[in-house]
């Protein structure tokens, strides 16, 4: 890696890496209908478009599928205060 300032590198593909701090970082995770937070993936994916992702309440039992895949985090950029900046659209 070629070290251009603090925030940028250049690896070996010759692709640019850019560093920002981060102001807050959240995990996003799913919680069934039935109240509980014990929804894991069950590892299957449907190749529809979108693509769904398969999860089961460890539970009730209940199989859901989600076009998004969890958990995932969500965060906040340091030098951005404005809400449309927020990484959480992930549909």
Sequence with gaps: MI????SRTINEN???ENRRKVKSIHNVFLTCS???QRVEP???????YP???EYICMECGKVETS???YPY???E???EDDESTKETDRS
């Design 3 to 6: 070290q251009i300032n603090a």
């Design 14 to 16: 010759h692709l640019i």
């Design 34 to 36: 039935c109240g509980s």
């Design 42 to 48: 069950t590892g299957m994916v449907y190749t529809t």
């Design 51 to 53: 693509v769904l992702y």
């Design 67 to 69: 076009r998004v895949s």
């Design 73 to 75: 985090l969500d965060y």
């Design 77 to 79: 950029y340091e030098d």
